[in-house]
C-alpha cells in the first residue's frame, strides 16, 4: 500500500473471479467524499457440487441479497467484507495499517471507519465469484477462524461504539447486533447445558410456566426463524425458489456452526487475555487440488 500510487486499495481473493467493469462499479462508490469502503456481492460459482456448497449458496444468497442490502438501504452498518470491495488508502494509514493481531481485519476495518465517522457501500450489482469449501471439516476450520477474527473485534470495539460521537442510535444497536454476532451461539450453547443440568437435577419445572412456553414459541416464529425467511426472500429475488427446499437441512448447519463458531469464541478470549499471537489458517481451495491431480496423471 505505501508503493501504491492509488488512492483506493481494491482486493480480491486470489481465487476470485471478478464480473466485468467490476473496477468501475466499485469504484463509483468513492465519488461520495464520506465513503471510506465499498463491498460488492461474493456469489459461489461451484455450488452444485455436493450439499454442503448448495448449503453454503442458500447462506450467501441471505447474506448479500437481502442482509447486506437491507443494512445499506436502512442506513445502519453494512459490512466491508474483505475481497470484492476497496478502501481508501490514506485512512487506512494514517489509521495505523491493518493489526496483524485481529484475523477479521474486514470487519475491524468497518468498526475503525464507522466510529471514525466515515461510510461503507454496499454494491449488490458488483458481484464476484468464489469457489465455496467442499468438505465440512474445511468449512469448520473457516468458520471457527471467521468466529475467532470478529470476537477479537468485538472485545476491541464494544465500547468505543457505544461512545462515539459520529453514530446514530439506530447504527448503535445494530453495530452491537453485529459485534455479537459470533458470540450468540456461546450463549445458547451454555444456555441449552445449564438448562440440561437443572432439568435433571429437578430444578426445573417446564409445564408449570406455560407463559414463558408461549412466549418462547412466538420468538422463535420471528427470531429464531428470521434467517430463513431472509434466505426464503432472497432465493426469490435471485430466481432459484425451488432451492428453498433445502430449508429444513439448514438445522444441521446450526448445530455444526454452534460448535465451531464457540470453538473460535475461545480462542478470541484465550488471545485477549494471554496477548499470543494468531496464525491464519488458510482455506482449502478444491480447484486447485483437482488440477494438479490432472495434472499429475
Known sequence: ?????????????????PARNMLKQIALGFEDPQVGAVMGRVIPYNTNTNMLTRLINLERSGGYQVDQQARYNLKTIPQYGGTVGGFRKDFLLETG?????????????????????????????????EESPESWNV??????????????VLFRYLIPTITTPYMGLFQKIDGLFLLFIYSVPVFLLLGWVVSLGLFFLGEMQIFSGW?????????NSLGNF??????????????LPGEALLLPLMMFNFFFYMWNISLGFWDAVVDTVTGRGV????????TVQKTEKEAEK
Open 1 to 17: 500500500m505505501k508503493l501504491a500510487k492509488g488512492e483506493i486499495i481494491i482486493v480480491f481473493d486470489a481465487d476470485y473471479r
Open 97 to 129: 495499517g491493518f493489526n496483524p493481531k485481529v484475523l477479521a481485519e474486514d470487519t475491524e476495518l468497518t468498526y475503525r471507519l464507522f466510529t471514525n465517522g466515515w461510510k461503507v457501500v454496499y454494491a449488490n450489482s458488483a458481484e464476484c465469484y
Open 139 to 152: 468449512r469448520g476450520r473457516q468458520i471457527r477462524r471467521w468466529s475467532r477474527g470478529h470476537n477479537e
Open 211 to 219: 407463559w414463558v412456553i408461549l412466549f418462547l414459541g412466538i420468538y
Open 226 to 239: 428470521a434467517p430463513f425467511f431472509e434466505i426464503g426472500t432472497s432465493l426469490i429475488i435471485d430466481g
Open 279 to 286: 496464525k491464519w489458517d488458510k482455506t482449502v481451495r478444491f
